[in-house]
């Protein structure tokens, strides 16, 4: 079977996407780009927001226009979500967000007896972690763990815990174990991915956290760089800083989920913090780490938000100093309550979005220059416009001249200067 698949959404979704790669490649069959003939295409499908949704569509729209005699998969969070709306786009499988490896029996059944199948569980019910092949990014450079599933905290604005259920964990053994396998391979450096990574380990009943888990990996594999994905802001406390100071292959980058600067606001999103707790898990970071990378999310425009509410954001992120901000204008997402609430006008939400970016902006320029005389090391990927590039632990992109092959070295370089968007340096 020639198979092609295309992915919508986070790092979750590539993470499954490259473990179903794996999977396919094993049980015999061919993987193609999306863009050619094929006898199975899977479309990865994201919901995070209403957007997501239409260009799900739009890409399973196109998978069957392009070849009508061919089968059409789907899996991920839009069919899981709008199950009953994807039955009506000719889907010849529609899968969910779980049992990725039985998603991919029904596949080869389907291409055999074209057979349409809906494999859909209810998420809520799941207990269970799939542990699936861990993958990596930028040949055999930067791979990706994924650790966790689900989220229970039920963002006013987020349709996520019902599209992948209550929180389950990758037990640490097999972390370990996987993580072990990634260094064998070559891979210079591990990130955390996951749903909602700060809550690993609540479903063990163990006792365990982030922070034991990643004692336990950065032991297992100290020539792994280790990188953390997106964290829930209350997980920064004193003892977690404490530990994960003394990890020697930690990156020090940071991206806590922000999304106002508004307690009031934070307050309708059903936000489990504060801006002083936020406030509190900054200072306690750049206490216990030499210039970290401290970074954040952002949405504008958030329903009912006055203009003194998006300036009180403002201030906010001027007095964290944020090294880099996702800014995104608030999108309804129907099902979530924040979609029933009293909506702020499209043009003020992309005027609000338009001025948090232009200080994001200035901030990221900021910290780019803090870091010009520095040294890092920095873990190379590949060429940039005649220069080699990569990224150093604090997650910056690095570029320096010569036309040596530096892929997958990790060595130091003097930082020289940037233009703002990276840094350019000086192999030592």
């Given amino acids: 079977m020639r198979a092609a698949i295309y992915t919508l959404g986070c790092k979750v979704n590539q993470y499954e996407t490259q473990a179903m790669e794996q999977e396919l490649r094993r049980r015999g069959h061919e993987l193609v780009d999306f863009e050619d003939s094929a006898d199975a295409y899977i479309i990865n499908t994201c919901s995070v927001t209403a957007v997501s949704d239409k260009k799900s569509r739009q890409m399973i729209r196109r998978a069957r226009r392009r070849s009508p005699g061919a089968v059409v998969a789907a899996c991920g969070c839009y069919v899981q979500t709008h199950t009953d709306e994807a039955k009506t786009l000719g889907i010849d499988l529609i899968g969910g967000t779980g049992d990725r490896m039985a998603f991919l029996d029904l596949l080869e059944q389907e291409v055999r007896d074209r057979t349409p199948r809906v494999a859909?569980?209810?998420?809520?019910?799941?207990?269970?972690?799939?542990?699936?092949?861990?993958?990596?990014?930028?040949?055999?450079?930067?791979?990706?763990?994924?650790?966790?599933?689900?989220?229970?905290?039920?963002?006013?604005?987020?349709?996520?815990?019902?599209?992948?259920?209550?929180?389950?964990?990758?037990?640490?053994?097999?972390?370990?174990?996987?993580?072990?396998?990634?260094?064998?391979?070559?891979?210079?450096?591990?990130?955390?991915?996951?749903?909602?990574?700060?809550?690993?380990?609540?479903?063990?009943?163990?006792?365990?956290?982030?922070?034991?888990?990643?004692?336990?990996?950065?032991?297992?594999?100290?020539?792994?760089?280790?990188?953390?994905?997106?964290?829930?802001?209350?997980?920064?406390?004193?003892?977690?800083?404490?530990?994960?100071?003394?990890?020697?292959?930690?990156?020090?980058?940071?991206?806590?989920?922000?999304?106002?600067?508004?307690?009031?606001?934070?307050?309708?999103?059903?936000?489990?913090?504060?801006?002083?707790?936020?406030?509190?898990?900054?200072?306690?970071?750049?206490?216990y780490f030499d210039h970290p990378a401290i970074t954040t999310d952002v949405i504008c425009g958030f329903p009912q938000e006055t203009e003194e509410e998006f300036s009180a954001t403002l201030a906010f992120l001027e007095e964290c100093r944020f090294a880099a901000m996702h800014v995104f204008p608030y999108s309804i997402r129907p099902g979530t309550k924040a979609a029933d609430m009293p909506q702020v006008p499209g043009p003020v939400k992309e005027e609000r979005a338009a001025r948090a970016g232009a200080l994001a902006a200035r901030l990221h320029r900021a910290y780019l220059e803090e870091c010009v005389g520095r040294t890092y090391p920095v873990l190379f990927e590949q060429p940039v416009a005649g220069r080699y590039g990569g990224h150093a632990p604090n997650y910056m992109e690095v570029a320096v001249s010569g036309g040596e092959d530096l892929h997958n070295r990790v060595l130091p370089v003097r930082i020289t200067g940037t233009d703002g968007e990276i840094l350019w340096g000086e192999l030592e």
């Fill in 120 to 287: 859909v569980d209810d998420s809520l019910r799941r207990r269970s972690f799939e542990v699936l092949p861990a993958g990596g990014l930028a040949a055999r450079t930067r791979a990706m763990l994924k650790v966790e599933d689900g989220c229970v905290n039920f963002c006013t604005y987020c349709i996520i815990p019902f599209a992948r259920g209550p929180v389950r964990s990758l037990p640490m053994d097999q972390a370990v174990a996987q993580t072990r396998q990634l260094q064998a391979e070559g891979y210079r450096e591990l990130v955390f991915t996951g749903i909602e990574i700060s809550s690993w380990g609540q479903d063990l009943h163990n006792g365990t956290g982030l922070i034991d888990l990643m004692e336990a990996v950065s032991a297992a594999a100290p020539r792994l760089r280790l990188r953390l994905g997106s964290l829930e802001p209350r997980t920064i406390t004193e003892d977690f800083c404490r530990r994960a100071a003394a990890l020697p292959n930690l990156c020090p980058h940071f991206h806590l989920s922000l999304q106002s600067g508004c307690d009031a606001t934070l307050h309708r999103m059903n936000r489990r913090y504060d801006t002083a707790r936020f406030r509190q898990s900054v200072d306690l970071l750049r206490r």
